[in-house]
């Protein structure tokens, strides 16, 4: 199973967390890379080195997940299917809904065929599963006709310890394209934040231990109010 998920019956992921965003400068950047590796281990994925992710996103035909954002909506939610090779056999469909700083991740497992039929605008795949969060998965594509509106890279290098289960990641090389095609390893791309801007992440339970919280505060980082896809679809569109 890939980080930044847990077990919720089966087929279905789901995590509830904290997570605060900051946006760092490569010399900052590398401060905080050496920071992490004196205080947490690395994740298993991250022990060589940063791992590959994309994420499709799928949005309304009025971009209401977008415009949300913008607009600082407390209650937002973000849709997307990712996956960490673009060889793989299945990939995860996630609901990703936000309320301030506190966010609820719920998805499934789709095969690749049937991600591909969602990407084509057939959510018979997930009407046809037989799990309750597939199904309110399909419900929420048949209401909003959600199409995809953003395809996102990166890398990223994790680091976890298990007091309240924290993990801090740094996601640099963002880049973009305006497109569908998930499983493409050749997709033209631009960089999000002029592809040098790095992207902090601390996520956690109920709360960032003291002396983390310490130890990132000597960091000088600028808060984040805009996501990965927000950034993206702004460059975008």
């Given at each position: 199973?890939?980080?930044?998920?847990?077990?919720?019956?089966?087929?279905?992921?789901?995590?509830?967390?904290?997570?605060?965003?900051?946006?760092?400068?490569?010399?900052?950047?590398?401060?905080?890379?050496?920071?992490?590796?004196?205080?947490?281990?690395?994740?298993?994925h991250s022990l060589?080195?940063?791992y590959f992710i994309r994420s499709l996103y799928f949005?309304?035909?009025?971009?209401?997940?977008?415009?949300?954002?913008?607009?600082?909506?407390?209650?937002?939610?973000?849709?997307?299917?990712?996956?960490?090779?673009?060889?793989?056999?299945?990939?995860r469909l996630e609901v990703k809904e936000k309320s301030g700083s506190y966010s609820h991740k719920t998805g499934v497992w789709m095969s690749?065929?049937?991600?591909?039929?969602?990407?084509?605008?057939?959510?018979g795949p997930l009407f046809a599963d037989a799990g309750a969060e597939a199904r309110r998965i399909w419900l929420n594509f048949a209401r909003e006709l959600r199409r995809p509106a953003a395809l996102i890279d990166y890398?990223?290098?994790?680091?976890?310890?298990?007091?309240?289960?924290?993990?801090?990641?740094l996601d640099?090389?963002?880049?973009?394209a305006k497109s569908s095609a998930l499983f493409d390893p050749g997709v033209?791309?631009?960089?999000?934040?002029?592809d040098r801007a790095v992207i902090l992440e601390v996520k956690y339970d109920r709360y960032l231990p003291a002396y983390m919280r310490r130890a990132l505060s000597s960091v000088c980082a600028q808060s984040m109010s805009i996501s990965k896809y927000g950034a993206a679809r702004e460059m975008l569109y």
């Open positions: 199973m890939k980080p930044d998920t847990r077990p919720a019956g089966p087929g279905v992921l789901a995590v509830d967390r904290h997570e605060e965003k900051f946006l760092l400068s490569p010399a900052e950047a590398l401060y905080t890379r050496g920071l992490l590796d004196a205080l947490l281990c690395r994740d298993s060589a080195g940063a949005d309304t035909t009025d971009a209401a997940d977008y415009t949300d954002k913008v607009l600082g909506v407390s209650e937002r939610r973000k849709v997307r299917l990712r996956l960490y090779d673009t060889s793989a056999r299945r990939v690749r065929a049937d991600a591909r039929r969602l990407i084509e605008g057939d959510t890398e990223r290098t994790a680091w976890t310890m298990p007091v309240e289960r924290v993990r801090i990641t640099e090389h963002v880049r973009a033209p791309m631009v960089g999000v934040h002029s």
